[in-house]
């Protein structure tokens, strides 16, 4: 499996680019695909945007938006979350059928479906005289 | 017990913004500061311990806790004696336990969380909802808490 993970890391003052944060995720292997689960509390169906360069996926989730409004009129009397968007690049085997992903959001975890390709599924080989 | 309260209402070391990016280190923080929490409940707190604010507007205190990918049925919510307690599980798809993992970054199992309230409430009329993963608990504040204009009058 060469689903390889892409962290990326931020350097000198960042005043210049959103900041990001990495969601914790997990990659399953089934016969048929490889499932991976990204936690993304507090974004929703809209927010979420995934992208597909070459065999490099990006996922983004926004979430900042809808909560800098909602904080705007209250006071923080305890903070432990950060006010920032998700973001994670992963890099694809080949074996993944791209053409095929599909991914949905629920309660804040996104699942990914990546399909094999249909060459390298296991399979029975019949034997032949 | 009175001990243990007060660590529950902990200064927010951790609301600056240069602390973004450090998630792993909070996680762990908030981790051992709950710890003797959980030792009260008479369990072992096994390790996550989800972040949670408190916000404060004229009518309200709400609370949220990021706890992604949760059952509605599997998340308990608590106003007792002034303190907010939230605790609940997340439970492994069974579908998915016979698949090979690759990579298992995420928490699964319980969590709880509690933080003293800075202000009375209306325990009865305490609400929560749970959408996207982030639990929200709004809770009116009692009248005597809100905030009031003295008028000034003439001498």
Known sequence: MNTQVKTERHHGTGLEEPKYMVPKVDIFETGDEYLLQADMPGVGKDGIQISLDSNELTIVGHRTASREKAAASCTYLHRESAPVNFRRAFVLDPIIDTNRITAEMDQGVLTVHLPKAEKVKPRLIPVTD | ?155
């Open chain 2, 1 to 155: 017990m009175l001990m243990t309260l007060t660590t529950l209402n902990r200064p927010s070391l951790w609301t600056s913004r240069a602390f973004g990016e450090f998630g792993d280190l909070q996680d762990e923080i908030n981790r051992l500061l709950d710890e003797p929490l959980a030792e009260l409940h008479g369990e072992f707190f096994t390790g996550w311990a989800p972040p949670m604010d408190l916000v404060e507007d004229a009518d309200n205190l709400v609370a949220t806790l990021e706890v992604p990918g949760l059952k509605k049925e599997d998340i308990q919510v608590r106003v007792e004696d002034g303190v907010l307690s939230i605790s609940g599980e997340r439970k492994q798809d069974e579908k998915l336990e016979k698949a090979q993992a690759h990579r298992t970054e995420r928490f699964y199992g319980k969590f709880h969380r509690a933080i003293c309230l800075p202000k009375p409430v209306k325990v009865d009329a305490v609400k929560a909802t749970y959408r996207d993963g982030v639990l929200t608990v709004t809770m009116p504040k009692t009248e005597e808490a809100k905030p009031k204009q003295i008028e000034v009058r003439m001498g």
